[in-house]
């Protein structure tokens, strides 16, 4: 993964993020940043699962199937964090 596909995935991610605390309905309890936060990591996690299943992400562009993986990354670990704070 080059720099460019990193910094394309962060920006991805923190719209992901976004878009993800708006799905789960964590947008207002965990504060936009900590959104953002695990939109990027939910975005990378996204892109290393699906690169798991043998097809390589969109990395280093904005296409439509990088954009679902990362939102279904940042919903699953928003998911999943969600889970831990209650716990």
């Known amino acids: 993964m080059d720099l460019m596909s990193i910094v394309i995935w962060i920006?991805?991610?923190?719209?992901?993020?976004?878009?993800?605390?708006?799905?789960?309905?964590?947008?207002?309890?965990m504060g936009a940043l900590a959104n953002i936060v695990v939109g990027i990591i939910g975005a990378f996690v996204g892109g290393w699962v699906v690169s798991l299943f043998g097809t390589a992400p969109a990395a280093g562009q904005l296409k439509i199937p990088s954009i679902l993986t990362a939102i279904l990354g940042s919903v699953i670990l928003l998911f999943l964090v969600k889970l831990v704070r209650r716990a």
């Open 11 to 29: 920006i991805v991610g923190a719209l992901a993020g976004w878009v993800a605390s708006m799905i789960m309905k964590t947008d207002a309890q």
